[in-house]
């Protein structure tokens, strides 16, 4: 079974500072790690993808992630936030055998840009 | 969005009612999965799909069926709305392809007074 711990459900950043969103996994397998955000009203979009290819992400609109598999975690950074970053991050897990296997969220952490 | 459109965007039922709530896709996909979306929750797994005829519960199946008679339609059904099961409710959809992502509509809001 796995699951994700995603660390305060609201973070708040300054414009132009660095965003650091935090997720931890448990895995019995080796994961297959997923971010995603959500804006308002809307439904969730793929940010990147962590399938043990490289352990450092990149995703879109300048997002990162780094698998630790020593500290179970895969956390998303952004050097230097922006407004229209404001939304809702989730991160979710999956087994390897991934065919019939369930994605697993988080519980999500929503991010506020303060201007 | 790829090629999902979920119906109704919006419904207020009553408890006690039936409900049904449609996703249809366009991109052929083998699976498809309906998640209800709740504050302090994230996403939970209702019931999935992997292919025609072919379905299993998730994490939060009771009091909803599924149904897929076909690639690219997949109903929810509320058996008898209650008002626990007022929530947003998203289906995705996923190519077979190995560690594919999944792919989200917009959502229905559910309300059950």
């Known amino acids: ?115 | 969005d790829a090629g999902i459109t979920q119906s109704p965007r919006h419904k207020v039922t009553e408890t006690g009612t039936p409900v049904t709530l449609r996703c249809h896709q366009t991109e052929n996909h083998r699976y498809m999965y309906w998640y209800r979306q709740d504050p302090g929750h994230g996403l939970r797994l209702i019931h999935y799909s992997y292919g025609v005829k072919d379905t299993d519960k998730g994490e939060v199946s009771d009091g909803y069926s599924v149904s897929r008679s076909k690639t690219e339609d997949f109903l929810l059904t509320l058996e008898s709305a209650t008002s626990s099961q007022t929530s947003v409710y998203f289906c995705a959809i996923r190519s077979g392809q190995k560690n594919s992502p999944l792919h989200f509509g917009n959502g229905t809001r559910l309300t059950v007074t």
């Open chain 1, 1 to 115: 079974a796995q699951s994700v711990t995603q660390l305060g459900s609201h973070v708040s950043v300054s414009e132009g500072a660095l965003v650091l969103l935090r997720c931890n996994y448990s895995s019995s397998v080796p994961p297959y790690l997923f971010w995603y955000v959500q804006y308002p009203n809307q439904g969730l979009q793929l940010l990147l993808k962590y399938t043990s290819a490289a352990t450092l992400v990149k995703g879109i609109n300048g997002f990162e992630a780094e698998f630790k598999k020593s500290e179970t975690s895969f956390h998303l950074t952004k050097p230097s936030a922006h407004m229209s970053d404001a939304a809702e991050y989730f991160c979710a897990v999956s087994g390897s055998n991934f065919g019939n296997e369930k994605l697993t969220f988080g519980t999500g952490t929503r991010l506020t840009i303060i201007p």
